[in-house]
């Protein structure tokens, strides 16, 4: 069965330092992997992708995620964070059947100044 | 480029009604998916449409349904609403089926009494 795990819920860090939000796939098939961060009360925006190739994917926003087929992960990094990076954030896998993806079930980041 | 468009983005309904949301895919994307948002159950996929006909549905009971119309717009109508339905409800946007990454609507946030 597909399924994303996030183990942190939560996570609070100082603006200026460095980020790693975690994440645990399990799929049947070469996965694609995703990272979305949700402001609050707005939808989902994508941050970056993996499909296939450079294990290490650059997104938006001055993230980048890995992938680890050994480990079943695909961690987002961000080297310093801003103020405005206080969001959540889901992991997500997919597609399986047609579109339909697998999210994790977010950590929320706070950035103290 | 427009981003999806999701109306109306608030809505109050009374137990025992029913609602219907819209969502306007990116211009050219002709598969539309549907999710649920609750705190407790974090992101659920309920349906996906694409060339009006549904792909894939989510584990949801029959009160939930959808159709897609000709020009890729999409509607979701929940019947005889219950209060576990208040809910922030996604619309996600992809090219093709089975295609890979999906861009998401603001959402219309869902409120039953």
């Known amino acids: 069965a597909q399924s994303v795990t996030q183990p942190d819920i939560h996570i609070t860090v100082s603006e200026g330092a460095s980020l790693e939000l975690r994440c645990n796939y399990s799929y049947g098939a070469t996965p694609y992997l995703f990272w979305y961060v949700q402001s609050p009360g707005q939808g989902l925006q994508l941050l970056l992708k993996y499909f296939s190739g450079d294990t290490l994917v650059q997104g938006i926003k001055g993230f980048e995620a890995e992938f680890k087929r050994s480990q079943s992960s695909f961690n987002l990094r961000k080297p310093s964070v801003h103020w405005s990076d206080a969001a959540e954030y889901f992991c997500a896998v997919g597609p399986n059947t047609g579109n339909q993806f697998y999210f994790g079930t977010g950590t929320s980041l706070t950035v103290i100044p | 480029k427009a981003g999806v468009t999701q109306t109306p983005r608030y809505l109050i309904k009374t137990r025992g009604q029913q609602v219907t949301l819209s969502c306007s895919p990116i211009?050219?994307?002709?598969?539309v998916s549907w999710y649920q948002q609750t705190p407790g159950q974090g992101l659920q996929f309920l349906f996906e449409y694409f060339s009006e006909t549904q792909r894939n549905k989510g584990n949801f009971p029959g009160r939930f349904s959808g159709r897609q119309f000709s020009n890729s717009r999409s509607e979701m109508n929940v019947s005889t609403l219950e209060l576990g339905d208040s809910a922030l409800y996604l619309c996600?946007?992809?090219?093709?089926?089975?295609?890979?990454?999906?861009?998401f609507g603001q959402g219309t946030r869902l409120t039953v009494v």
């Open positions: 211009s050219g994307h002709r598969s």
């Open positions: 996600a946007s992809s090219l093709w089926t089975g295609g890979g990454e999906a861009f």
